[in-house]
């Protein structure tokens, strides 16, 4: 493989025999090792690795661009000519002015900790050891049990014809676990996944997630209180977190466009974008257009502060960049970092005395075919646990919530303290307390 220096001098090169104005080029590559153990029995093991290699190019207020999955010399020749070709060929768009970054920006600093990593016999012994834990853990735990285990590790860069050199690398580890427990002729599971040093997770709680689901009692439909689990309203964050994307708003598809300083959710509702949050292995400091990144709330209290945008769509609309390109072909991509609802200082416990009755949600299932993204309605199939008196009582299935994501935010009643994120090992992943809800339809028993 050539370096970052030859890639850019080769792209540099060529660009110039061109007569191309500007160039970018990005570059990112991955690997990864897993196993994985049903019982105690190692059932898989797999080792792979990628690279990508874009090209942008603007020639005479056109841009072009072209990709590929080698970076040896003659391909990354080609590559060049492929997005002059490509930038030949295509209109201008009068509603974007193609641009790099400029050099001299500002990149603030990561504060992650060390990187994670394992060999693939720390990833066999410590499935072993899970393995051997969750199953001593209760007699009702059975077969079919199942963990695995993977360590992972990323680099990429980006070069320009403006002098912009950046590089960034990152490598974490993660474990997760699915547990069968049988009472009877009752049979329950449950699922979860850890990230960081292996040495230090425990995946024990899963057990007592699967036995707590037991014995469950039956829903009356009706409205009710709700307060949904870290895990579950991060599912909804993910689920639409696009209607945050100033591309999504202008093509109108998001009910945010134009609502900018006004209220779109409940004043106990602080949503945050911080590509740098503390500890997390996977911060950014630019994004995929160059751009320095930067924290920023996009709902403060309840008022929609800003919408998410990348350069390109930042320029049609008339605003700066917010800095959350992802980086892509098309140049047009919007994501967010850890895109998280700020924790207040209330405990889940206080949370339920406050819901008094209702449901406490900790599964849902069906995303995919159950939220729509534009509409912002959704149907999920739940369980979770009966609230009574203010407190947790039996657990719950066979009934299914409904309602509306950006109705809901505004009928968010309070947040808890218990602030988790979802395990995406990515630079985009969603956070939670947990979340109290006046009211949803829930359809269970007539």
């Excluded at 066999?124 to 899970?130: G, M, Q, S």
């Excluded at 416990?349 to 959704?378: C, Q, R, W």
């Amino acid at each position: 493989m050539l370096s970052q220096k030859e890639i850019r001098s080769i792209v540099e090169l060529e660009c110039a025999r061109l007569g191309i104005e500007d160039w970018e080029v990005v570059y990112s590559s991955g690997s990864s090792v897993s196993a994985g153990m049903v019982n105690d029995e190692l059932t898989e093991f797999t080792s792979s690795s990628d690279q990508t290699l874009s090209l942008r190019v603007i020639c005479q207020g056109r841009e072009g661009t072209a990709v590929s999955e080698k970076t040896d010399e003659n391909t990354v020749r080609r590559l060049v000519s492929l997005a002059f070709d490509n930038c030949c060929v295509k209109e201008p768009d009068p509603a974007f002015r193609p641009a790099v970054t400029e050099k001299g920006k500002a990149y603030p600093e990561k504060n992650s900790p060390s990187s994670y990593t394992a060999s693939a016999a720390q990833l066999k012994a410590k499935l072993r050891e899970v393995q051997s834990e969750l199953f001593a853990a209760d007699r009702r735990v059975s077969q079919g049990s199942e963990s695995e285990a993977a360590a992972i590790s990323s680099t990429s860069f980006t070069e320009n014809s403006r002098g912009v050199s950046l590089s960034d690398s990152f490598s974490s580890c993660y474990i997760s676990s699915s547990v069968i427990v049988r009472d009877k002729d009752e049979v329950k599971s449950a699922w979860l996944i850890r990230e960081g040093d292996l040495s230090s997770l425990s995946m024990l709680p899963v057990v007592r997630k699967a036995l707590d689901k037991l014995h469950p009692e039956s829903v009356r439909s009706g409205e009710r209180k709700i307060i949904f689990c870290p895990e579950c309203f991060n599912m909804f964050l993910s689920a639409f977190s696009s209607a945050f994307s100033g591309k999504t708003a202008c093509l109108g598809l998001s009910p945010y466009k134009d609502r900018v300083g006004k209220p779109v959710a409940s004043s106990a509702v602080t949503l945050i974008d911080d590509p740098l949050y503390p500890g997390y292995t996977v911060q950014k400091t630019f994004d995929g257009d160059g751009e320095a990144t930067y924290t920023k709330e996009v709902i403060s209290d309840g008022i929609l502060k800003t919408l998410l945008y990348n350069r390109q769509w930042a320029q049609k609309e008339g605003t700066v960049t917010t800095a959350n390109a992802a980086a892509s072909l098309s140049g047009s991509a919007i994501s967010p970092y850890s895109f998280y609802i700020r924790p207040s200082d209330l405990s889940l416990d206080e949370l339920l005395a406050m819901a008094g009755e209702g449901l406490y949600i900790t599964s849902m299932k069906g995303f995919h075919a159950g939220a729509n993204p534009v509409s912002g309605d959704f149907s999920i199939e739940s369980s979770g646990f009966i609230i009574s008196g203010g407190k947790l009582g039996p657990a719950a299935q066979g009934f299914t919530v409904a309602g509306n994501f950006f109705s809901m935010l505004e009928n968010i009643t309070a947040v808890a303290d218990d602030l988790e994120f979802d395990v995406t090992l990515s630079q985009t992943r969603a956070g939670s307390p947990s979340i109290l809800v006046s009211s949803l339809s829930v359809a269970g028993e007539a």
